[in-house]
């Protein structure tokens, strides 16, 4: 089988599989770039399900760019608790700002791949994503890890060069770019997985080049433990501070912290990244 005729049969395979079992998720029945924004930095790191009720939330509270822009980052950082990463949401509302500087006209994306990766916050996968998804270019394939991996088992891939990978992300695009990238995505998620596999059920099994798949035999680096880190402590100053201030001794004897030079590093940091401040002698999300 030519590449050509793996790529056509990989396409017609995955679209038919795809208008039967996609997944029905809230940020594909918009095309407004803020809401696909909103929805990619949510994802990041974290599991749909605890994502679905943030997003509902959080457009409900800031419907656009210039709502956004105008919230405090306190109160931006209220609305995204429960994800976790507060930089994250930090971040977007940098973006927001950014995107409503302009006073005199309504905010809008580019959809250029050179103008987006620009913007704070939005790397090269964001920008594709939003291209893909909000403007439907027929040049935009985002490449997580998921499609990473059924790129690499479909075509037998070990090539570990982003360019590459890149590359063949766009030699397999169809024209319907949009369905394609929530295809590809779906796929990576729910059948080729990292580990096990569903390769009985594949719609790929049949130009598959790794078919059958006995998964990826990566041993996975050993993640830090989070109870004592400094990680869990920065989470529970800016939880204590959602609600109200504190001054420092009430804030460390909250959070359960006796080490005063742990307690006034942690604090300098988060005043550093600009996620709290100190007002009248209080220390208080900014």
């Known amino acids: 089988m030519t590449k050509t005729d793996r790529i056509r049969k990989m396409q017609r395979g995955l679209l038919t599989w795809f208008r039967k079992n996609g997944r029905d998720l809230p940020w594909r029945k918009t095309t407004d ?5 909103v929805s990619e930095v949510m994802l990041q790191q974290t599991q749909v399900d605890r994502v679905i009720p943030k997003y509902h939330a ?5 419907p656009d760019w210039r709502h956004l822009a105008k919230a405090s980052q306190a109160s931006v950082v209220k609305m995204w608790h429960g994800l976790g990463y507060n930089r994250r949401a930090m971040m977007l509302h940098r973006l927001g700002g950014e995107m409503t500087r302009d006073v005199e006209r309504s905010p809008e994306m580019p959809k250029e791949l050179d103008e987006l990766v620009k913007l704070p916050g939005i790397g090269a996968y964001t920008a594709q994503a939003v291209r893909a998804f909000a403007f439907r270019c027929d040049d935009a394939a985002p490449v997580d890890t998921n499609i990473e991996r059924i790129l690499k088992r479909v075509f037998g891939s070990h090539d570990k060069n982003r360019k590459t990978i890149d590359a063949l992300a766009l030699d397999v695009l ?3 770019v949009w369905s394609w990238n929530h295809a590809m995505m779906d796929l990576g998620a729910t059948v080729c997985t990292a580990r096990s596999p569903k390769c009985e059920v594949c719609p790929l099994r049949d130009v ?3 078919y059958p798949c006995a998964g990826d035999d990566v041993k996975k680096r ?3 433990k989070f109870a004592d880190s400094d990680r869990m402590f920065r989470g529970r100053i800016v939880a204590r501070l959602r609600g109200k201030a504190y001054d420092t001794d009430a804030l460390q004897k909250g959070i359960e ?3 005063h030079e742990r307690f006034g590093r942690l604090v300098d940091s988060l005043m550093t990244e600009g996620l709290i401040t100190l007002k009248n002698g209080k220390l208080c999300l900014r």
């Open 208 to 210: 598959c080049l790794s």
């Open 174 to 176: 169809p024209t319907d």
């Open 58 to 62: 959080f457009l409900a509270k800031f």
């Open 257 to 259: 912290l006796a080490d």
């Open 33 to 37: 770039p803020y809401a696909i924004v």
């Open 222 to 224: 050993p993640q830090k």
